[in-house]
């Protein structure tokens, strides 16, 4: 019986080695990924005894880039996702806040026209945000007994995706490299949509619905918004020295139908310092302009020393 099984065995083995020597050599694979996750951790700590200022604190920020890449002849399909979350801790503040808090996937598919750097493009862009955010302040609260005391309070502003953007295009794109692109869509749909908690109001309340100010731009007691417009965005990233590369990514956007002038702006620096394989420097720094939020310039900037990790390596060619 054990003469059987090992001859069984022998003949199962050299049949898996012809099985294996029959397969043909896979050919190169028309979709491509690669990515990178880094964390970035700040802490200051003081004692009461120290005399040269200064706020115990403690924050971090964690971030995750993915890149979906499909390439076959002249047919093209590259998407992104951006994810960034922090929190930070200052000693004597009664909340945890959020220092950076972003959800994004950009995909475009283009189709090569002839042999020049032109595409015919269709553009799909979706934005948002994880979790609430908040406005704080502090507020005078009296006991029973008469005495005032400070409280430190907030206000929820913005929610756990509220707003979300989502962004529809055609039009055409000029691809020099994989770092280097600029895309024009005039023909653009945006939807945005919010939490129906900020838009309620009773409309049996004249005043209030006299003094509703739109929330993202949604009207009260709606949840989206639908905008017809152009969109502009343009990419680049190159190496500025040693070890030290800049990315650069512009978004511009006009809603056909209302304030066409008021072009929303979103343009992002990224600095990218290479330390050694895990660990890594970056500036980076957004400014937003959208005036169905706020009318004037949102400013976002981060410098920080972490931890970063590659997930797959970015092809130099495809099929």
């Known amino acids: 019986m054990t003469r059987f099984i090992l001859f069984t065995f022998c003949i ?7 099985a294996q020597d029959s397969i043909p050599k896979t050919p190169p694979s028309n979709w491509a990924s690669w990515g990178r996750v880094s964390f970035i951790f700040n802490q200051s700590a003081f004692n009461e005894e ?14 995750l880039n993915y890149d979906f890449q499909f390439k076959r002849k002249k047919f093209s399909w590259d998407t ?25 996937i950009n995909s475009i ?27 704080f302040f502090n507020r005078e609260d009296t006991n029973p007994d008469g005495l005032s005391t400070t409280i430190q309070d907030r206000n929820e502003i913005s929610g756990g995706f ?5 962004q529809l295009g055609l039009g055409i794109l000029w691809k020099k490299s994989k770092t280097l692109n600029l895309n024009i869509a005039p023909a653009t749909t945006r939807l945005i949509t919010v939490a129906s908690r900020f838009t309620d109001v009773d409309v049996n309340d004249p005043e209030a619905l006299e003094n509703y100010e739109p929330f993202f731009g949604v009207e009260a007691n709606k949840t989206a918004r639908w905008e ?30 209302d304030e066409p002038e008021n072009v929303d702006i979103d343009f992002t620096l990224n600095l990218f310092l290479k330390v050694n394989k895990y660990i890594s420097g970056n500036f980076a720094f957004q400014t937003i302009y959208d005036d169905n939020t706020i009318r004037g310039f949102q400013v976002r900037q981060v410098i920080g020393l972490g931890f970063k990790y590659n ?3 970015k092809p130099e060619k495809q099929a």
């Open 12 to 18: 199962l083995i050299h049949l898996t080695s012809l």
């Open 311 to 313: 997930l797959g390596e």
């Open 109 to 135: 598919i283009g189709n090569q026209i002839n042999k020049s750097n032109w595409n015919y493009s269709t553009i799909f862009n979706f934005r948002t945000q994880l979790v609430s955010g908040y406005e």
């Open 80 to 104: 992104r996702l951006i994810t960034e979350f922090g929190l930070s801790q200052v000693k004597d503040q009664r909340f945890i806040r959020k220092t950076t808090d972003r959800f994004e």
């Open 50 to 63: 120290w005399q040269g200022g200064g706020v115990t604190n403690v924050s971090g920020d964690i971030s």
């Open 228 to 257: 017809v417009g152009a969109a502009l965005r343009g990419y680049s990233k190159f190496e500025v020295a040693k070890n030290i590369q800049m990315e650069n990514v512009l978004s511009l956007y006009s809603d056909y139908l």
């Open 162 to 166: 509220s707003p979300s953007y989502f």
